[in-house]
């Protein structure tokens, strides 16, 4: 019943930005938490950013101060900025839904998941 669609990937040098967005749909997007996380291959999938319904956040140390998550409520869309990009932000990267209200880190809690975009960043 829920549908997260991911753009804005692509292929960017060290030190550059992009933004990635996630369109929801089938759920009261407003009403649930969110979180963005990423996987590179060989390795575990791991948290990026996550964000409460009424937009609180969470970030881990190895995004914290470069990425930012955000939402519109009136678009039903997920947002992240990633600034000062780094080879080893190279990853395919996913939108998550959440059926709760707060921020949430582990992976397991979330409930509805995207086909993912990939992100590759040269040096």
């Known amino acids: 019943q829920v549908q997260l669609v991911e753009s804005g990937g692509g292929l960017v040098q060290a030190g550059g930005s992009l933004r990635l967005s996630c369109a929801a749909s089938g759920r009261a997007f407003s009403t649930y938490a969110m979180g963005w996380f990423r996987q590179a291959p060989g390795k575990e999938r791991e948290l990026v950013a996550t964000i409460s319904s009424a937009g609180n956040t969470y970030y881990p140390d190895s995004t914290k101060g470069r990425f930012t998550i955000a939402r519109d409520n009136a678009k039903n869309t997920l947002y992240l900025q990633m600034n000062s990009l780094k080879p080893e932000d190279t990853a395919v990267y996913y939108c998550?839904?959440?059926?709760?209200?707060?921020?949430?880190?582990?992976?397991?809690?979330?409930?509805?998941w995207g086909q993912g975009t990939q992100v590759t960043v040269s040096s």
């Open positions: 998550a839904m959440r059926l709760g209200r707060l921020w949430d880190m582990r992976l397991s809690d979330y409930d509805y």
